[in-house]
């Protein structure tokens, strides 16, 4: 059974700073991996889909990347932003291996300082 | 608005109720999602449904009832509500075959069992 896990847990930087954040996951046949970022009492939104044949993908200052064979991905933030302020969680999707669920991490707290 | 709506935002109740929460998307999407987001933030699939038919059941109590009159709703019928509901509920959608294409999640549903 997949299991995805994000480190670190919570996150404080100071604006500006570029930052990583960090996703691994066990079974290495996923159909694709998402990065979503959930502000306080708000639901999911989607910021980065790489599909399993992919490496990477970049939308403005996010840039995430995909390693199937080491079961790792990275968000990567640059010029972090007191709006960056959110819970960011990866969730791999196990659609390829028959598996129609999206597993989610526990998410990486981040908190952005001005 | 193409989305993925949930009905209704808040519910707040009495142990022992039996309370509905609806879900509509007008993606097109063939399948569609319960989550259970706890008071530890943790996601965990509830179930799963592909074309009205039920395709994961992730050993959640018989309480819970899903139910999908047709592709664009899923609504989640909870008997003898206990504290231990008490969680965020959130419905998604997605379109099978397409690893391009991740899932689309609807607000939440905060659900207080008291």
């Known amino acids: 059974k997949q299991e995805v896990t994000q480190i670190p847990a919570a996150l404080s930087v100071p604006e500006g700073e570029n930052l990583v954040l960090n996703c691994s996951f066990t079974?290495?046949?996923?159909?694709?991996l998402q990065w979503f970022r959930q502000d306080p009492g708000k639901g999911l939104t989607s910021l980065l889909l790489?599909?399993?044949?992919?490496r990477e993908q970049t939308s403005g200052r996010l840039n995430a990347s995909l390693d199937k064979s080491s079961g790792r991905s990275t968000l990567y933030i640059a010029a972090s932003q007191p709006g960056d302020s959110a819970t960011y969680l990866c969730a791999s999707d196990g659609s390829g291996a028959g598996s129609y669920q999206l597993t989610f991490g526990k998410g990486t707290k981040l908190s952005v300082i001005p | 608005d193409t989305a993925v709506s949930q009905t209704p935002k808040y519910l707040v109740t009495q142990m022992g109720n039996d309370k509905s929460i609806k879900c509509e998307q007008n993606l097109g999407h063939d399948t569609m999602y319960w989550y259970k987001q706890d008071s530890k933030k943790f996601l965990k699939i509830m179930f799963s449904y592909n074309n009205k038919e039920l395709i994961i059941n992730e050993t959640v109590p018989n309480r819970f009832s899903p139910k999908s009159p047709d592709k664009a709703h899923l609504n989640l019928h909870i008997n003898s509500l206990e504290l231990g509901d008490s969680a965020v509920y959130f419905c998604?959608?997605?379109?099978?075959?397409?690893?391009?294409?991740?899932?689309?999640f609807g607000s939440g549903t905060r659900l207080t069992v008291v």
């Open positions: 079974d290495s046949a996923i159909y694709n």
């Open positions: 998604a959608s997605s379109p099978p075959g397409r690893p391009d294409y991740g899932y689309t």
């Open positions: 790489i599909q399993s044949s992919q």
